[in-house]
T-cell receptor, first 112, second 112 residues
Framework: ETGVTQTPRHLVMGMTNKKSLKCEQHLGHNAMYWYKQSAKKPLELMFVYNFKEQTENNSVPSRFSPECPNSSHLFLHLHTLQPEDSALYLC???????????FGPGTRLTVT | GESVGLHLPTLSVQEGDNSIINCAYSNSASDYFIWYKQESGKGPQFIIDIRSNMDKRQGQRVTVLLNKTVKHLSLQIAATQPGDSAVYFCAERGSGAQKLVFGQGTRLTINP
């Protein structure tokens, strides 16, 4: 195990639903990340947090809303998603931004 | 802009042979590179890293080579085993940057 956990592992939601993804890291890291991984595409960085402060929003639509209450927890709130948002959402953490990142197992999201 | 890419999307090797996975990058200012392995149903897992002041680094059964002249990175896996089957990603960080840029990934399959 990498020390980064994500829940749920699988999620199916309708376009009108509201759901949240949770990430927790047990490594004492200061930076946390959300990535989207779609088939045949490189990992897409969505958000970066450093010491609970958002330092990067990679032009992510507002239907994705991150929350970082402390350095160990990161959430991704989802509402009114589109079918093309179906993907594997990966959380990662690193000691400092730009350093070696440790990934969680991901949440497989399907939007129907 | 920055881009990291892989020469081949798939690679098949015989069990016991050596594998070489390649990666090209375009940012000559990149100073840190990582190889990740992603098995089915899991998040990417750190394999080995190298800084730009080095041209070779060895781990257990893996070697990373960095050629800054042609902006090329490679991962060599010795005596490939069935457990090496996965998608391999390279990632690079620009000097002073606070994020990693990931390549598309190469799927390595092992033939018995």
């Amino acid at each position: 195990e990498t020390g980064v956990t994500q829940t749920p592992r699988h999620l199916v939601m309708g376009m009108t639903n509201k759901k949240s993804l949770k990430c927790e890291q047990h490594l004492g890291h200061n930076a946390m990340y959300w990535y989207k991984q779609s088939a045949k595409k490189p990992l897409e960085l969505m958000f970066v947090y450093n010491f609970k402060e958002q330092t990067e929003n990679n032009s992510v639509p507002s239907r994705f809303s991150p929350e970082c209450p402390n350095s160990s927890h990161l959430f991704l709130h989802l509402h009114t998603l589109q079918p093309e948002d179906s993907a594997l959402y990966l959380c990662a953490s690193s000691q400092d931004p730009g350093g070696e990142q440790y990934f969680g197992p991901g949440t497989r999201l399907t939007v129907t | 802009g920055e881009s990291v890419g892989l020469h081949l999307p798939t690679l098949s090797v015989q069990e016991g042979d050596n594998s070489i996975i390649n990666c090209a990058y375009s940012n000559s200012a990149s100073d840190y590179f990582i190889w990740y392995k992603q098995e089915s149903g899991k998040g990417p897992q750190f394999i080995i890293d190298i800084r730009s002041n080095m041209d070779k680094r060895q781990g257990q059964r893996v070697t990373v080579l960095l050629n800054k002249t042609v902006k090329h990175l490679s991962l060599q896996i010795a005596a490939t085993q069935p457990g090496d089957s996965a998608v391999y990603f390279c990632a690079e960080r620009g000097s002073g940057a606070q994020k990693l840029v990931f390549g598309q990934g190469t799927r390595l399959t092992i033939n018995p």
